[in-house]
T-cell receptor, first 118, second 114 residues
Framework: DTGVSQNPRHKITKRGQNVTFRCDPISEHNRLYWYRQTLGQGPEFLTYFQNEAQLEKSRLLSDRFSAERPKGSFSTLEIQRTEQGDSAMYLC????????????????FGEGSRLTVL | AQKITQTQPGMFVQEKEAVTLDCTYDTSDPSYGLFWYKQPSSGEMIFLIY??????QNATEGRYSLNFQKARKSANLVISASQLGDSAMYFCAMRGDNTDKLIFGTGTRLQVFP
């Protein structure tokens, strides 16, 4: 399978604990995105990387959230001191930079990591 | 700021019929791209179709077509000959000239019945 891979697929944790999600993008894709999706809503942008550089972070990404992409390959999203409001699906996507910024360069998504904070 | 609006929380369609899912957008960027994604119950977002703001013709991909009306700022998805497997959430999204991220709407749940 050469698609975007995320793990774990499901994570149940107690409030206050730290959790980490991993995303392995499609190998030739230089851009990697993290989104959060709550029930009944569309995905909300959190942050994205071009290679190893984190180029943009949403205001949704509080200081309890941190994302890394060492060596420009896989990425991790860590949530410290989880709160019940962090319960959501965390989606990772990758794309290949090609052409103008607004042109086709669709995002390929993984199946997501569902977080439940008790 | 960019915004995507999907006003239909849910739609029903009979198998083999066509259905239109509405999407309007707001942006001040001179150029932008519009996307539609399908999200089945498994959770994975699947890219369906893309329309560039300068494209002269409406995009088509198999049974999917995008009815792009630039003056009205609408980008409706038309699914022809609906199949039971089309039952899913559908999201409209856009990317503008000044950003590298996709902004998504709230989605429309499509249910296809026999």
């Amino acid at each position: 399978d050469t698609g975007v891979s995320q793990n774990p697929r499901h994570k149940i944790t107690k409030r206050g604990q730290n959790v980490t999600f991993r995303c392995d993008p499609i190998s030739e894709h230089n851009r990697l995105y993290w989104y959060r999706q709550t029930l009944g809503q569309g995905p909300e942008f959190l942050t994205y990387f071009q290679n190893e550089a984190q180029l943009e972070k949403s205001r949704l990404l509080s200081d309890r959230f941190s994302a890394e992409r060492p060596k420009g390959s896989f990425s991790t999203l860590e949530i410290q001191r989880t709160e019940q409001g962090d319960s959501a699906m965390y989606l990772c996507a990758s794309s290949r930079l090609a052409g103008p910024r607004w042109s086709t360069g669709e995002l390929f998504f993984g199946e997501g990591s569902r977080l439940t904070v008790l | 700021a960019q915004k995507i609006t999907q006003t239909q929380p849910g739609m029903f369609v009979q198998e083999k019929e066509a259905v239109t899912l509405d999407c309007t957008y707001d942006t001040s960027d001179p150029s932008y791209g519009l996307f539609w994604y399908k999200q089945p119950s498994s959770g994975e977002m699947i890219f369906l179709i893309y329309q560039g703001s300068y494209d002269q013709q409406n995009a088509t991909e198999g049974r999917y077509s995008l009815n792009f009306q630039k003056a009205r700022k609408s980008a409706n998805l038309v699914i022809s000959a609906s199949q039971l497997g089309d039952s899913a959430m559908y999201f409209c999204a856009m990317r503008g000239d000044n950003t590298d991220k996709l902004i998504f709407g709230t989605g429309t749940r499509l249910q296809v019945f026999p």
